[in-house]
């Protein structure tokens, strides 16, 4: 009978990890332990107590000696021992490349800076094609060389007379720009019933934020969390983000991106939201109204009345919901249709693929 015989796997002598082989399973170990160093050191150890993946040449203790060396982790307030280290700026933008790389590996790269259209036109990347010039038209648009060329063929090189008709400009591609506002969802139901749902959420939101800022720098990127309430954070605060005793208070959140949306100038806006429930929480005067069970009618009102806010304010809300329980398919199918967004109810590990799909159309 043919067949497979397992074994127990041996370790050859000679497979032990070096500097970049260990940098890549700390980067894992800060993602889930939300960029606390010491217990990142204390996990890293202990794998390497269990499978042996260093040798005398170069321990963990080798390892962290260049970590700092390298510009990845610094002394907190303190001696420099392992529990007060700290991440650097360097280590926090390592991370954010190598979660875009992770999530968006497989899909096609585009073009720095901008979004292309089919159309051309009063843009910002310029052609060498050349039209007639408009009113209205840039003047440093006008290609000098070529319009004096025009006014010498039509009158004569002995007399410069140079008219509007005479003018050409180089034409430009028509480029969108879009402000985004990245909603993520911190409350308790992410790491509810021992499923790690924030993990994925933080290292998506690390990922979209790096592709942005890298390849899409004149789009622009707000980053909001949300639990009983809303609020900003930064791009250096991605990995550091924590899930607290919190219900979901979604209409905050959204009242927030619109806020922040309002302020931006150009006319392309959208709402990214990753989570996991439905909304059980609103702020009713100085305090909060709470209900964590089913679908509360007067929470629920409250959600799809800002969804249809945002319809009429032209910003389209792409909801990224995973879990796929009745009830919150519900509430999500309702979301979407009073917003006229869309919806995607995903597992945790294709949620990157979504969020940058969606992106890109």
């Given at each position: 009978?043919?067949?497979?015989?397992?074994?127990?796997?041996?370790?050859?002598?000679?497979?032990?990890?070096?500097?970049?082989?260990?940098?890549?399973?700390?980067?894992?170990?800060?993602?889930?332990?939300?960029?606390?160093?010491?217990?990142?050191?204390?996990?890293?150890?202990?794998?390497?107590?269990?499978?042996?993946?260093?040798?005398?040449?170069?321990?963990?203790?080798?390892?962290?000696?260049?970590?700092?060396?390298?510009?990845?982790?610094?002394?907190?307030?303190?001696?420099?021992?392992?529990?007060?280290?700290?991440?650097?700026?360097?280590?926090?933008?390592?991370?954010?490349?190598?979660?875009?790389?992770?999530?968006?590996?497989?899909?096609?790269?585009?073009?720095?800076?901008?979004?292309?259209?089919?159309?051309?036109?009063?843009?910002?990347?310029?052609?060498?094609?050349?039209?007639?010039?408009?009113?209205?038209?840039?003047?440093?648009?006008?290609?000098?060389?070529?319009?004096?060329?025009?006014?010498?063929?039509?009158?004569?090189?002995?007399?410069?007379?140079?008219?509007?008709?005479?003018?050409?400009?180089?034409?430009?591609?028509?480029?969108?720009?879009?402000?985004?506002?990245?909603?993520?969802?911190?409350?308790?139901?992410?790491?509810?019933?021992?499923?790690?749902?924030?993990?994925?959420?933080?290292?998506?939101?690390?990922?979209?934020?790096?592709?942005?800022?890298?390849?899409?720098?004149?789009?622009?990127?707000?980053?909001?969390?949300?639990?009983?309430?809303?609020?900003?954070?930064?791009l250096k605060d991605l990995p550091y983000l924590k899930v607290g005793p919190y219900h979901t208070n979604t209409v905050a959140g959204l009242e927030l991106a619109t806020n922040i949306l309002r302020k931006r100038k150009n006319p392309n806006k959208q709402i990214l939201m990753i989570t996991d429930g439905k909304p059980t929480c609103i702020k009713q005067g100085k305090g909060y109204y709470k209900n964590p069970f089913g679908l509360d009618r007067k929470i629920l009102n409250r959600t799809l009345s800002l969804a249809h806010k945002c319809k009429k304010a032209n910003i389209p809300i792409t909801t990224f919901m995973i879990a796929t329980d009745p009830w919150l398919v519900d509430f999500v199918d309702q979301f979407t249709k009073a917003n006229a967004g869309k919806?995607?109810?995903?597992?945790?590990?294709?949620?990157?693929?979504?969020?940058?799909?969606?992106?890109?159309?």
């Open positions: 009978m043919i067949g497979w015989r397992f074994r127990r796997w041996e370790p050859e002598l000679d497979q032990t990890a070096g500097f970049e082989d260990l940098l890549e399973i700390f980067q894992q170990l800060l993602m889930h332990t939300a960029g606390n160093v010491s217990e990142a050191i204390a996990w890293l150890t202990e794998l390497d107590r269990t499978y042996q993946f260093t040798s005398d040449d170069y321990s963990i203790s080798d390892f962290i000696d260049d970590l700092i060396e390298k510009g990845y982790l610094k002394p907190g307030k303190g001696d420099g021992i392992p529990d007060e280290l700290l991440l650097t700026s360097r280590m926090e933008v390592h991370m954010r490349k190598t979660a875009l790389d992770d999530i968006f590996d497989e899909l096609s790269k585009s073009g720095r800076g901008d979004h292309d259209t089919r159309y051309s036109g009063k843009g910002d990347e310029e052609t060498s094609e050349l039209r007639p010039f408009e009113f209205g038209d840039d003047p440093e648009r006008i290609d000098m060389p070529a319009s004096l060329k025009n006014a010498m063929r039509q009158r004569g090189i002995h007399k410069i007379d140079l008219r509007q008709e005479d003018l050409e400009v180089r034409e430009t591609y028509y480029k969108t720009q879009t402000s985004s506002v990245l909603m993520i969802d911190i409350s308790h139901s992410m790491i509810l019933y021992g499923e790690d749902r924030i993990t994925p959420a933080r290292k998506v939101a690390m990922a979209l934020s790096e592709f942005i800022t890298t390849r899409y720098p004149k789009d622009t990127l707000d980053i909001i969390v949300f639990g009983d309430d809303a609020w900003q954070v930064e919806a995607y109810y995903s597992s945790i590990d294709r949620l990157g693929e979504f969020i940058f799909k969606n992106y890109k159309k």
